[in-house]
């Protein structure tokens, strides 16, 4: 694992999800010195109720097959370390019939095609073990995450002159980004059974419907309210999705419901992974946008963002 050379710039990452996390150990690997300020942490987070499942979904930009096949590849590589909370797990899904192969089908994952499903070994990311993963690899590089539960007003207002902005939807506020807006989802968590693969049919975009196995339980979901603000879980939502998911999977059905969870996507009609020099001398990086692809693209913006600090400081 690399580790960092040389003191350099100093840089504020503003948000401690995923991105935020991946961010700040890209850039301390390289060498800088990193502050992540957050409102929230693990697990009130929305990175916290995802699946972690490596799978692009409701995500816009002709830069996410290059950032997605980025974050595969260090998955990959993280999933050789069982404390990462990474592991690669066999998947089948339904996707809509005629979809031409993906973009990703050439990576070493074992893809394969027939008629209308899909097969391949997915890194899963397991929030519950992943998340704290990361945390502690910043505090080994010597790293900070502060929580204030205040959010920040201003850009301007930071004490550093680097900024990377990793706020999600809290960027509709804080960069006046209209074109940012929830995409609310709900996934039920039972007791496992006993599967150990990942079954989905991805045909209906509104209802999202997939199982994955992780060490807390089996995560069944799901839905995608786009527009929808409210984190109120449903009663016949969630017994909608573990119907759905029993279809899928017959043992899923009568699994004891551990909990019911809701987080809101941040969707954008395009991931924003860009530099802004401000009036006042600062420069922001901003990295969010990601709607359903926060985990499947975190380390190839990560890395983005560290080639455009470089040219920056």
């Not at 995923?18 to 961010?23: A, E, M, P």
């Not at 390289?30 to 979904?57: K, M, N």
């Not at 069944?220 to 984190?231: C, F, S």
């Not at 419901?257 to 901003?286: C, F, M, Q």
């Amino acid at each position: 694992m690399p580790t960092p050379t040389s003191s350099k710039a100093n840089i504020i990452v503003l948000g401690a999800g995923v991105i935020g996390l991946t961010s700040a150990v890209a850039l301390l690997e390289e060498g800088f010195r990193v502050r992540i300020i957050a409102t929230h942490r693990a697990p009130d987070i929305t990175s916290s109720i995802a699946a972690g499942l490596w799978y692009p979904y409701a995500v816009e930009g002709k830069a996410v097959p290059r950032l997605a096949v980025a974050t595969l590849r260090r998955y990959k590589l993280l999933a050789k370390d069982p404390d990462t909370g990474v592991r690669l797990v066999p998947c089948q899904w339904a996707v809509p019939t005629g979809d031409d192969k993906t973009f990703w089908a050439d990576e070493d994952v074992g893809y394969s095609q027939d008629d209308n499903v899909v097969s391949a070994m997915l890194p899963v990311a397991d929030a519950a073990v992943f998340l704290p993963w990361l945390s502690n690899r910043i505090a080994e590089l010597g790293g900070l995450i502060e929580i204030d539960p205040t959010p920040v007003a201003d850009l301007d207002d930071l004490p550093d002159d680097l900024i990377v902005n990793c706020t999600g939807l809290g960027s509709r506020r804080l960069c006046n980004d209209h074109r940012l807006y929830p995409i609310k989802g709900t996934v039920v968590l039972v007791e496992n059974p006993g599967i150990d693969y990942c079954v989905a049919d991805d045909q209906d975009p509104a209802l999202p419907t997939y199982i994955i196995p992780l060490s807390t339980g089996l995560v069944l979901g799901g839905t995608a309210e786009v527009g929808e603000w409210d984190l109120t879980v449903d009663e016949a939502q969630t017994n909608d999705i573990v119907q759905r998911c029993a279809q899928l999977e017959p043992r899923v059905r009568g699994s004891r419901v551990l909990a019911s969870r809701s987080g809101l996507r941040p969707g954008r009609d395009e991931v924003r992974l860009e530099k802004e020099s401000r009036e006042t001398g600062k420069i922001v990086i901003h990295n969010y946008g990601h709607g359903g692809s926060g985990y499947t693209l975190a380390w190839g913006c990560a890395e983005e963002v560290v080639r455009m600090v470089k040219i920056s400081s």
